[in-house]
């Protein structure tokens, strides 16, 4: 049996490859893909309930689901699992842009898209709750760590974290048109 397997493996591999890489732009993919064909095609042919009758047409649509779930699975994982990385996915991008000199020098462009996010930012900011203002601006643009923060306004760690939260929260559904905007300029 295990002859057989190799058998079919080396009469369609070439042939699969190329039909794999015309779907499939990367090539790390396609291997992948390919390597699971082969091992369903081995758990196939050891399951005597069920052995394939046509094996280049069973090849062929296994390979085909193959590749639609991988397009399936890869677009799921572009978009966040949780709310937390959500909160560290694209908008990190964005600000490593805007606010890191080393990722995007200082070009009349990126001034002005500068300028323009902190323009927004102050309005919404301006809109906070004082509290949630305030955390926000301490911990995230001053830097200044949670513990020190904390215990120079006078409240628990976790009711300034939470303050925090809630401000972010408010900022991100604030800013997100400007931020699509910027992430598709």
């Given at each position: 049996?295990?002859?057989?397997?190799?058998?079919?493996?080396?009469?369609?591999?070439?042939?699969?490859?190329?039909?794999?890489?015309?779907r499939v732009s990367n090539k790390e993919d396609a291997?992948?893909?390919?390597?699971?064909?082969?091992?369903?095609?081995?758990?196939?042919?050891?399951?005597?309930?069920?052995?394939i009758e046509q094996v280049t047409a069973w090849l062929?649509?296994?390979?085909?689901?193959?590749?639609?779930?991988?397009?399936?699975?890869?677009?799921?994982?572009?978009?966040?699992?949780?709310?937390?990385?959500?909160?560290?996915?694209?908008?990190?991008?964005?600000?490593?842009?805007?606010?890191?000199?080393?990722?995007?020098?200082?070009?009349?462009?990126?001034?002005?898209?500068?300028?323009?996010?902190?323009?927004?930012?102050?309005?919404?900011?301006?809109?906070?709750?004082?509290?949630?203002?305030?955390?926000?601006?301490?911990?995230?643009?001053?830097?200044?760590?949670?513990?020190?923060?904390?215990?120079?306004?006078?409240?628990?760690?976790?009711?300034?974290?939470?303050?925090?939260?809630?401000?972010?929260?408010?900022?991100?559904?604030?800013?997100?048109?400007?931020?699509?905007?910027?992430?598709?300029?």
């Amino acid at each position: 049996m295990a002859d057989n397997v190799e058998k079919i493996i080396t009469e369609h591999q070439t042939q699969l490859k190329s039909f794999i890489r015309k779907r499939v732009s990367n090539k790390e993919d396609a291997e992948d893909i390919l390597q699971d064909v082969f091992f369903q095609l081995i758990r196939a042919v050891e399951n005597t309930f069920n052995p394939i009758e046509q094996v280049t047409a069973w090849l062929y649509r296994v390979t085909r689901n193959t590749i639609i779930n991988k397009g399936k699975k890869k677009q799921e994982e572009k978009f966040p699992i949780s709310q937390y990385d959500e909160e560290e996915g694209g908008w990190k991008e964005v600000s490593e842009f805007l606010f890191n000199e080393e990722n995007a020098p200082a070009t009349p462009e990126t001034e002005y898209l500068r300028s323009l996010v902190w323009k927004e930012l102050e309005v919404a900011l301006s809109e906070l709750p004082i509290e949630q203002r305030e955390a926000f601006e301490l911990m995230e643009l001053e830097g200044l760590p949670v513990k020190e923060v904390a215990e120079s306004i006078g409240v628990p760690v976790n009711t300034l974290l939470s303050r925090k939260h809630y401000a972010v929260k408010y900022l991100r559904k604030r800013l997100k048109e400007l931020y699509m905007e910027l992430l598709y300029y």
